[in-house]
C-alpha cells in the first residue's frame, strides 16, 4: 500500500512516488485521513505525523465526512463580519461628524456610547477614514511680503524709516561698517 513520506513530500508505493507539493494543504490534510482510516496506524500516529493534534485530526474527519476533500481547505479565521461596525452604527458616526465637523472621534465615540451603541475610539476613526471624513485645512496661497497684485514690488523702507525704490540699494560709507 502507498504510503506518505513526510521527508520526501510524496507518496511512496511499490511501483514509484508521486511527488505532493508543500502548498498543498488539501492533499496532506487527504493523505493524512487515509492513513489514519485506512492504514493500521490508526488516527493519533497519522495525526502526529502530519504534525496535527488528534482533536484536529477528528476536526478535520468531520469536515471530510460532511463536504469531501474541499471542506478541508483553511479558512479566514476571526470574525467574519463587522459586529461593531454594523452599517447603522456607520450612518450614526456619518450623522455625527456632519452635524459637528470639529467633533473629534472620541467624541463622537462618546456620544454614540451614551446613546446606547458600543462603538470604540478606533472604530470611529476607521469609519471616519473609511469615508474621507477628516477635517480638511484650507491651504492658503502664500504670497511674498515686497509683493502687491499685479507683481510690482512695493517701495521698501531704509532705516532711517524713509521710502526707497525696491531695485535701488543704498551704499554704506566705509566708516558705518566699522
Known amino acids: 500500500m502507498a504510503q506518505f513520506d513526510p521527508h520526501s513530500h510524496a507518496v511512496v508505493g511499490p511501483g514509484g512516488l508521486l511527488d505532493v507539493p508543500q502548498e498543498d494543504e488539501i492533499t496532506r490534510k487527504l493523505l493524512m485521513l487515509i492513513e489514519g482510516e485506512c492504514e493500521e496506524t490508526g488516527p493519533l500516529e497519522a495525526a502526529r505525523k502530519f504534525g496535527y493534534s488528534k482533536q484536529r485530526y477528528f476536526q ?68 471616519i477614514a473609511d469615508y474621507g471624513l477628516q477635517k480638511k485645512t484650507p491651504q492658503v496661497p502664500s504670497t511674498p511680503r515686497n509683493r502687491v497684485r499685479g507683481g510690482k514690488s512695493q517701495p521698501k523702507e531704509d532705516a532711517a524709516g524713509g521710502r526707497r525704490s525696491a531695485g535701488h540699494r543704498t551704499r554704506r560709507s566705509p566708516a558705518a561698517g566699522r
Open 60 to 127: 478535520l474527519r468531520a469536515a471530510y465526512g460532511g463536504g469531501g476533500a474541499t471542506a478541508l481547505q483553511s479558512r479566514k479565521r476571526g470574525p467574519k463580519t463587522h459586529y461593531r461596525r454594523t452599517p447603522e452604527a456607520v450612518r450614526q458616526v456619518i450623522r455625527h461628524r456632519f452635524l459637528d465637523g470639529d467633533a473629534s472621534p472620541e467624541v463622537i465615540a462618546q456620544k454614540l456610547c451614551q446613546c446606547g451603541w458600543t462603538i470604540s475610539i478606533r472604530s470611529v476613526e476607521r469609519i
